[in-house]
């Protein structure tokens, strides 16, 4: 494993804790440039991992990377209103806004379902969501101190809990979806970011308390490196844990998962909704729109999200529509398979005993065509059986009919609500429309493609079962064949009554 990360972070906070000590006069000014450098740091790893995943947004070190950025600006911001401005005061305004806005891009990491491949639109309600929730907060900051940073010690107190409870919303949120995250790439980043932000809650919160309250403790000092510590941590864990690895074992069960993912955006939403409750007592316009914003962006929110859900269902539904009917067609013909015709054959029959109607079905073998395979090849007697099954899908043109292919090159109708006289009418067309084609057949009886057809008709009741009528047909085409070929014969065996044919 590379260690070159932890010499550096450690080589880092240690000249933070003596470097200031040494610098007399410019003590304040070298620990604003390690407080500076170290979320710097942090973010340049955040970016490095950004660009090993591809810079994609599902991946969130983006955000994190985002996230530090605004923390580093912030304490620039805090470095020049002290250094350079002469502007002491514990919480001035730009550094403020900074320091809140920080937590945004994390907020919406954690409300968003990056890795679900949510919708712009979503993903763009969960950014507004994030934002007004850090503006919000900001303005309610401000109702306990001035723009320049100047407030009383019980307002001050009063914003250091704030703080300490944006960064336990934080510490929370991002272990939460940690806890429910079942793949190893989202488990590393919210585990990373549950250790900065748990690290940065108490660092942060010693660094308020213990310090920014107290008059006789100032920067400059070893306690400095405390803030480093989280930002440091982060870094060197980015460049040291990969992404990839040995699957998750075991997975966390799937309905925490799927909990915490949906209920993820009501947490943001409800967070905003507390804070705006807040600050409508203080500003009455900017809370309503809070108000307003949390409960219209959470609404459409879920619209968006359900829109979506019913979508993704009704293409499943398709999808396995498709399937089914690829399941049930012949794949050289397009017409239907054996299969499907077994399903027909077990409902047409159970139709007509239930209306007492006749059912009649045709077997049609294509006369003498291993011949034809042998003379002119297997390719050729595929297109011989496309054609055919083609032009009888042409002549069986009622939609309660059903044209199969029942194996090799014999084919199946099934007509239902049909007599004997009706099925061998239509039986006499096919064979003459398949004649008709004057498919080359040389060394057969006619020269040409021809088919013969075993006709069969009944009207179904229990005395028999449907095998009985397949059988029955199957009979009438081995006599069709027996006479000579192409032709169609009705059936004369017996069957359920009345008789199959006379």
């Not at 069986?396 to 239902?416: I, Q, S, T």
């Not at 079962?465 to 009438?476: G, I, M, N, T, Y």
Request: hydrophobic share 50%; proline share 4%.
């Amino acid at each position: 494993m590379k260690k070159w990360p932890l010499w550096l972070a450690g080589t880092f906070l240690m000249l933070q804790a003596i470097l200031p000590g040494i610098t007399g006069t410019h003590a304040i000014a070298a620990s604003f440039c390690f407080l500076v450098l170290a979320p710097l740091l942090a973010t340049f790893a955040a970016a490095w991992r950004c660009r090993s995943a591809g810079f994609q947004p599902s991946a969130g070190w983006s955000l994190a990377a985002l996230s530090m950025l605004l923390w580093t600006l912030g304490m620039a911001a805090s470095a020049r209103q002290d250094l350079f401005l002469g502007n002491s005061a514990p919480a001035p305004a730009d550094s403020v806004f900074l320091f809140i806005l920080y937590g945004v891009p994390l907020t919406w990491a954690i409300a968003s379902s990056w890795h679900v491949g949510e919708t712009l639109a979503v993903r763009s309600i969960d950014a507004i969501l994030a934002a007004a929730l850090g503006v919000l907060y900001f303005v309610h900051s401000f109702t306990l101190a001035s723009l320049d940073g100047d407030a009383s010690a019980a307002h001050m107190d009063m914003l250091v809990w704030m703080f300490d409870a944006e960064n336990a919303f934080l510490f929370a949120g991002l272990l939460t979806k940690w806890h429910g995250a079942n793949e190893r790439a989202e488990r590393t980043f919210f585990g990373i970011l549950s250790v900065y932000a748990g690290l940065y809650l108490v660092a942060a919160g010693c660094n308020n308390h213990l310090a920014s309250l107290r008059e006789d403790i100032s920067l400059g000092t070893p306690f400095d490196v405390l803030v480093s510590i989280p930002f440091m941590v982060f870094a060197t864990v980015c460049l040291l844990v990969p992404d990839a690895g040995a699957p998750l074992s075991p997975l966390p069960p799937r309905r925490r998962v799927h909990f915490i993912r949906s209920a993820s955006p009501l947490a943001m939403a409800l967070a905003l909704l507390v804070v705006s409750l807040f600050v409508v007592r203080f500003k009455y316009g900017e809370g309503v729109a809070g108000i307003l914003i949390a409960v219209l962006g959470y609404g459409l929110r879920t619209t968006l999200s359900q829109l979506r859900h019913i979508e993704t269902e009704e293409g499943l539904r398709s999808e396995q529509r498709s399937l089914e009917k690829l399941a049930l067609s012949d794949g050289l013909t397009g017409v239907r398979n054996r299969r499907a015709f077994d399903s027909a054959l077990a409902l047409e029959w159970r139709r007509a005993m239930r209306a007492r109607q006749a059912l009649s079905l045709l077997m049609i073998d294509i006369d003498e065509f291993k011949v034809l395979n042998d003379r002119y090849g297997h390719p050729a007697g595929d297109r011989c059986l496309r054609l055919v099954a083609g032009e009888l899908q042409h002549l069986v043109k009622r939609p309660a009919d059903l044209l199969a292919r029942y194996g090799g090159e014999e084919f199946a109708v099934l007509l239902a609500d049909t007599e004997l006289a009706g099925a061998m009418a239509l039986a006499e067309q096919l064979r003459e429309a398949v004649q008709a084609l004057q498919i080359d057949n040389t060394g057969s009886r006619l020269q040409v493609v021809s088919i013969s057809i075993g006709v069969a008709s009944v009207r179904p009741d229990d005395s028999a079962p449907a095998a009985a009528l397949v059988q029955a047909a199957d009979e009438a085409l081995y006599e069709a064949k027996r006479q000579g070929r192409n032709r169609a014969v009705a059936s004369r065996a017996t069957g359920p009554r009345p008789t199959l044919s006379l």
